[in-house]
């Protein structure tokens, strides 16, 4: 009954975040003093006088008009706080400090924490699990999707463009995908090689329908969220499956995977207390990313630890 009524709670706060990140809403560009400064930038700047942008920016891809976007933003967005008015998104981001060109540092650099704690497991995973166990293979896969993962959550918080939002919404699906896949093989061990198969099969089909709706149907970020959310649950389903099976062979530390699922939804939970950045640097996604780093590691942990023992 309590594992019962942890699920519960783990699936009604990982819907209420949804819910309630689906209601946000940018309102900053919508702004009439933001478009008469902006339509003043483009003129002054761009039309009459192209005055060429310092080097940095230009490596990392800004433009006039969107140099003159992030003025304005930055403006607008000091003068609401001396006269204390509220702070409004543009482009649905808030309006961050930008640092060598990188438009979101913090959740740059929680990025980049986040794939060291995959790519620092490769060693271990090599020096740890005997070359014959299957889980091996698999947790080095699960390291390269890590890396790969992050890898464009980092150059999509550097600059947003629609590649690299596509990049990262498509890789972080996989990764969503990869951890729901990893109980459920353990779960499947014992079931001829056929019906292991068929289920990676059924995975990449899934995982391929997925990114081609997206792609050359329709982009939809509720649809994106929504299937992300679902597979994330079954993984949540999947491990607490396996902590109950593992508990029953012996296995001291079973119940590790449901405390991290429940630490991963909460921190994913913070989405939902959406809020202007503080210092202009920190919001709640980037707080989301700064409390995986941590998880990670921990997962990591309890994955060698575990199937370094046993035969998956």
Avoid at 10 to 18: G, K, L, R
Avoid at 27 to 36: E, H, K, N, T, V
Avoid at 78 to 104: C, M, S, T
Avoid at 105 to 128: C, E, M, Q, R
Wanted: charged share 15%.
């Amino acid at each position: 009954m309590k594992l019962l009524n942890l699920v519960k709670f783990i699936y009604f706060a990982v819907f209420i975040s949804i819910s309630l990140l689906n209601v946000q809403a940018s309102s900053g560009d919508r702004q009439p003093i933001f478009r008469d400064c902006l339509e003043r930038c483009k003129f002054e700047k761009c039309e009459n006088n192209k005055t060429p942008l310092p080097v940095i920016l230009r490596l990392t891809f800004w433009n006039c008009e969107s140099n003159c976007k992030y003025t304005c933003q930055r403006q607008i967005t000091i003068d609401a706080r001396k006269n204390g008015q509220e702070i409004h998104q543009y482009y649905g981001k808030w309006p961050f400090i930008r640092l060598f060109g990188v438009q979101e540092p913090a959740s740059v650099l929680f990025s980049v924490l986040n794939g060291y704690a995959h790519f620092i497991n490769w060693k271990t995973i090599n020096d740890s699990i005997h070359p014959l166990n299957p889980s091996r293979l698999l947790l080095k896969a699960y390291v390269i999707i890590g890396c790969w993962t992050w890898f464009w959550s980092s150059v999509f918080h550097c600059r947003d463009f629609i590649f690299t939002e596509r990049m990262d919404y498509f890789s972080a699906g996989f990764s969503v995908l990869f951890m729901f896949s990893i109980p459920t093989l353990y779960l499947m061990r014992n079931s001829p090689k056929y019906v292991t198969r068929l289920f990676i099969v059924l995975i990449g089909v899934c995982y391929v329908s997925h990114v081609y709706y997206l792609q050359f149907v329709r982009f939809s970020y509720t649809y994106n969220m929504a299937a992300n959310a679902i597979v994330g649950l079954l993984a949540n389903v999947s491990w607490i499956v396996c902590a109950i099976q593992l508990s029953r062979t012996g296995t001291k530390d079973y119940y590790v995977p449901i405390l991290l699922i429940f630490a991963t939804d909460l921190a994913f939970s913070l989405e939902a207390f959406d809020f202007p950045p503080l210092f202009d640097v920190l919001d709640a996604h980037s707080l989301w990313h700064a409390a995986t780093f941590p998880i990670s590691i921990l997962w990591y942990r309890w994955l060698i630890g575990t199937f370094s023992k046993r035969l998956f």
